[in-house]
């Protein structure tokens, strides 16, 4: 399996960006599927994850601002971001899990948020 994200850069404080993931190498709708990112000097954090029956989880802190989707046919992972934060500035990385095949981490996007 192999996940290559997109989308990163630098935003105003209340702005928007829209993360992308792409998938490949096995069946995509059968993982569960997220974002999870990382801010310097702090631990890697789940922000948003959705199962292959599009149940979603968000931390509380992105509750009502981060939106996960995910579009089976394209083999594509989605975060639009809107109303961001300095706090939400990190490396985003997505993630993909099965529980026969494993877990497996896409090359990080980082997104700057300035106040």
């Known amino acids: 399996v192999q996940l290559q994200a997109f989308g990163g850069g630098l935003v105003e404080a209340g702005g928007s960006l829209r993360l992308s993931c792409a998938f490949s190498?096995?069946?995509?709708?059968?993982?569960?599927v997220g974002w999870y990112r990382q801010a310097p000097g702090n631990q890697r954090e789940l922000v948003a994850s959705?199962?292959?029956?599009?149940?979603?989880n968000y931390v509380d802190s992105v509750k009502g601002r981060l939106t996960i989707s995910r579009d089976n046919t394209e083999k594509k992972l989605y975060l639009q971001m809107n109303g961001l934060k300095p706090e939400d500035t990190a490396v985003y990385y997505c993630?993909?899990?099965?529980?026969?095949?494993?877990?497996?981490w896409g090359q990080g996007t980082k997104v700057t948020v300035s106040s």
């Open positions: 190498g096995s069946i995509f709708r059968l993982y569960t």
């Open positions: 993630h993909a899990n099965h529980i026969r095949d494993g877990t497996y």
């Open positions: 959705i199962t292959h029956s599009f149940r979603r």
